[in-house]
């Protein structure tokens, strides 16, 4: 299934000649797409001035100034990244570079732009759409409350968005403040740099930076808690990451407008549905979508296509033990990626209901995934229907291809548990026995299927993922028998099943105890977990591996900040 893991590829658009050193050397490939071709707040500033709660009618963004952070301070940026780009590794920590992309855009050199953007969206939760989380109950007040893009750029023949995350106030920040902290950017920038290495689509990181002065307060919870609700409010330091992809349109994007279409709310709704349908045709599927194709053609392709992006991101996110804790159709990206890394987390012990968000339910829990994406594409059908109203065969198609998505996400599912447990095919009998086996055993899931990628033949192998000694001789019975049996249905090599099942993975307690020390200035354990995180695959030290490939230790367990975490601020 190549679409579920392709390792070690190198990326065909790396720069062979010399690399970009200054900003006005990246200036010189801006394009600016979504402000040039679609349609500004009519209500808006036009100097960017725009960063007080209110109702947003119309329009496809609004310009938003970023609010640079206080004396920002480097630690870190992806050199993987900037390799694919063609950006030299100093252009991270030169003055100008750092002021742009910690939010000062005031001196930029041209054709850059000194304003942003923001984009509004609506919400839907599991297949329910609602309002009440906008503060004024129309849906006219949601969309990225501290996410503000300030580049597009085409580079090595690949168009780029770069947001920043806590780039400071918009229009939609429900009265907060716009700034992410520190704590939440480290996670993010290292959870894109793993995904990235994991060979899973996502979003990218490109550069941190936090600041030397600035704070502000966030809810938390007591050291040692085990409260699911934070307790106090903590002083934290402000930092923005960068984040950048083909571009920022989320499924709630699309529900936005075809909300106001479906209402009639003001005389170019449809028509704003539609030019925001087809830039993100433009922007994510130009190479399989034919620009010369009728309307209506091109979005029954955009449904098809998107559906085979989606099932593979979500059998991706299994096979690697990620829980996408809030994924909700605003945190769903149309062009089929990893897009935001709010309240997520990688499974430690085995739980099919794992879910690390102590607010996000069962609904959007480890194995529910399948069906939280199906919910949001229904979602995502939904919106594309105004524009096929005088086209009744093509919004019979768009039904069937709507109805055939869970069919196609089981599918995708058997055809990454197959390649995960080294199979031909997918063994139902053997999956099942497995899962029991697993959950009886308590069993840690990324150091269980590393050992079985080693294709033991006993049990004693396995043993290092155990969470309890294992006394039940049943049990060790049942999992001599299972390992006979996969044995003898086992087709792939050792070295295939580890490059389906990664070795090291982001777990919250590795976080911890880099987020204390970065209080303090200190990035070092940043920059080991970042090196670790680009390789997941790869045996590494000894000393790394026994820090790194372990267990998570028993007294972690539930303990608030470590086994969960409410909405990262």
Same mark, same amino acid.
């Not at 023949?157 to 806590?166: D, S």
């Given at each position: 299934?190549?679409k579920i893991?392709?390792?070690?590829?190198?990326?065909?658009n790396?720069?062979k000649?010399k690399?970009?050193?200054?900003?006005e050397?990246?200036?010189?490939?801006?394009?600016?797409?979504?402000t040039?071709?679609?349609?500004?707040?009519?209500?808006?500033?036009?100097?960017?001035?725009?960063?007080?709660?209110?109702?947003?009618?119309?329009?496809?963004?609004?310009p938003?100034?970023?609010?640079?952070?206080?004396?920002?301070?480097?630690?870190?940026?992806s050199?993987?990244?900037?390799?694919?780009?063609g950006?030299?590794?100093?252009?991270?920590?030169?003055d100008?570079?750092?002021k742009?992309?910690?939010?000062d855009?005031?001196?930029?050199p041209?054709?850059?732009?000194?304003?942003?953007?923001?984009?509004?969206?609506?919400?839907?939760?599991?297949g329910?759409e609602?309002?009440?989380?906008?503060?004024?109950?129309?849906?006219?007040?949601?969309?990225?409350?501290?996410?503000?893009?300030?580049?597009?750029?085409?580079?090595?023949?690949k168009?780029?968005?770069?947001?920043?995350k806590?780039?400071?106030?918009?229009?939609?920040?429900?009265?907060?403040?716009?700034?992410?902290?520190?704590?939440?950017?480290?996670?993010?920038?290292?959870?894109?740099?793993?995904?990235?290495?994991?060979?899973?689509?996502?979003?990218r990181?490109?550069s941190?930076?936090?600041?030397?002065?600035?704070?502000?307060?966030?809810?938390?919870?007591?050291?040692?808690?085990?409260s699911?609700d934070?307790?106090?409010?903590?002083?934290?330091a402000?930092?923005?990451?960068?984040?950048v992809?083909?571009s920022f349109?989320?499924?709630?994007?699309?529900?936005?407008?075809?909300?106001?279409?479906?209402k009639?709310?003001?005389?170019?709704?449809k028509?704003?549905?539609?030019?925001?349908?087809?830039?993100?045709?433009?922007?994510?599927?130009?190479e399989?979508?034919d620009?010369n194709?009728?309307?209506e053609?091109k979005?029954?392709?955009?449904?098809?296509?998107f559906?085979?992006?989606?099932?593979?991101?979500?059998?991706?996110?299994?096979?690697v033990?990620?829980c996408?804790?809030?994924?909700?159709?605003?945190?769903?990206?149309?062009g089929?990626?990893?897009?935001?890394?709010?309240?997520?987390?990688f499974?430690?012990?085995?739980?099919?209901?794992?879910?690390?968000?102590?607010?996000?339910?069962?609904?959007?829990?480890?194995f529910?995934?399948?069906e939280?994406?199906?919910?949001?594409?229904?979602?995502?059908?939904?919106?594309?229907m105004? #524009?096929? &109203?005088?086209?009744?065969s093509?919004?019979? %198609?768009l +039904?069937?291809?709507? $109805?055939?998505?869970?069919e *196609?996400?089981?599918?995708k599912?058997?055809?990454?548990?197959?390649?995960?447990?080294?199979?031909?095919?997918?063994?139902?009998e053997l999956?099942?026995s497995?899962?029991?086996?697993m959950?009886e055993?308590?069993v840690?899931?990324?150091?269980f299927?590393r050992?079985?990628?080693?294709v033991?033949q006993?049990?004693?192998?396995?043993?290092?993922?155990?969470?309890?000694?294992?006394?039940?001789?049943?049990?060790?019975?049942?999992?001599?028998?299972?390992?006979?049996?996969?044995?003898?249905k086992l087709?792939?090599?050792?070295?295939?099943?580890?490059?389906?099942n990664?070795?090291?993975? #982001?777990? &919250?307690w590795?976080?911890?105890?880099?987020? %204390?020390? +970065?209080?303090?200035? $200190?990035?070092?354990?940043? *920059?080991?977990?970042?090196?670790?995180?680009?390789?997941?695959?790869?045996?590494q030290?000894?000393?790394?591996?026994k820090?790194?490939?372990?267990?998570?230790?028993?007294?972690?367990?539930?303990?608030?900040?470590?086994?969960?975490?409410?909405?990262?601020?």
């Amino acid at each position: 299934m190549e679409k579920i893991i392709r390792r070690n590829m190198k990326n065909e658009n790396t720069i062979k000649n010399k690399k970009i050193n200054t900003l006005e050397e990246l200036g010189k490939l801006a394009d600016y797409s979504f402000t040039n071709t679609l349609v500004c707040d009519p209500m808006a500033n036009k100097d960017g001035q725009n960063f007080h709660p209110r109702e947003v009618y119309n329009g496809h963004y609004v310009p938003v100034t970023p609010t640079p952070i206080e004396n920002p301070i480097y630690i870190t940026h992806s050199k993987t990244f900037f390799e694919e780009l063609g950006l030299d590794d100093s252009l991270a920590q030169s003055d100008d570079f750092i002021k742009m992309f910690s939010g000062d855009t005031s001196n930029v050199p041209k054709p850059l732009h000194n304003i942003g953007w923001a984009c509004g969206y609506a919400l839907s939760i599991y297949g329910t759409e609602y309002y009440q989380q906008c503060p004024f109950q129309t849906g006219n007040g949601y969309g990225d409350g501290r996410a503000i893009s300030i580049l597009e750029a085409i580079i090595n023949g690949k168009h780029w968005e770069m947001q920043l995350k806590g780039g400071g106030k918009t229009p939609y920040c429900r009265g907060a403040d716009g700034r992410a902290v520190l704590r939440s950017s480290i996670r993010e920038f290292l959870a894109q740099e793993l995904m990235s290495a994991l060979n899973i689509p996502t979003s990218r990181s490109l550069s941190l930076y936090t600041s030397a002065t600035e704070t502000v307060t966030r809810p938390w919870f007591t050291e040692g808690s085990y409260s699911k609700d934070p307790e106090v409010m903590i002083e934290e330091a402000v930092a923005i990451s960068t984040r950048v992809a083909p571009s920022f349109i989320r499924v709630g994007q699309l529900e936005l407008f075809a909300r106001r279409a479906r209402k009639n709310e003001h005389p170019k709704a449809k028509e704003e549905l539609e030019q925001i349908v087809l830039h993100a045709i433009q922007r994510e599927y130009n190479e399989q979508i034919d620009d010369n194709l009728p309307l209506e053609e091109k979005i029954l392709l955009f449904a098809s296509l998107f559906r085979e992006r989606l099932t593979s991101l979500v059998a991706n996110w299994i096979r690697v033990g990620y829980c996408q804790g809030n994924f909700n159709s605003d945190n769903t990206a149309v062009g089929g990626f990893t897009l935001d890394y709010g309240p997520f987390g990688f499974i430690d012990l085995f739980n099919p209901s794992y879910q690390p968000w102590t607010g996000g339910g069962r609904h959007f829990s480890f194995f529910n995934q399948s069906e939280a994406a199906r919910k949001n594409f229904n979602m995502f059908c939904s919106a594309l229907m105004p #524009l096929l &109203e005088s086209h009744p065969s093509a919004l019979e %198609e768009l +039904a069937s291809i709507r $109805n055939d998505f869970a069919e *196609l996400m089981e599918e995708k599912l058997q055809e990454m548990w197959a390649l995960k447990l080294g199979l031909n095919k997918f063994d139902e009998e053997l999956f099942n026995s497995l899962m029991s086996l697993m959950i009886e055993t308590s069993v840690d899931y990324i150091i269980f299927f590393r050992e079985l990628s080693s294709v033991p033949q006993d049990i004693s192998k396995l043993e290092k993922s155990f969470y309890k000694e294992l006394k039940d001789e049943n049990i060790k019975k049942r999992w001599a028998q299972w390992l006979e049996s996969w044995n003898l249905k086992l087709s792939a090599t050792s070295k295939q099943m580890k490059d389906i099942n990664p070795k090291y993975t #982001l777990r &919250e307690w590795f976080l911890v105890p880099a987020y %204390e020390e +970065a209080k303090n200035g $200190n990035y070092t354990l940043i *920059l080991e977990l970042q090196n670790i995180m680009t390789n997941p695959y790869d045996e590494q030290s000894s000393e790394i591996e026994k820090k790194y490939y372990t267990k998570k230790p028993l007294e972690l367990f539930n303990i608030a900040g470590v086994s969960h975490v409410s909405c990262s601020s």
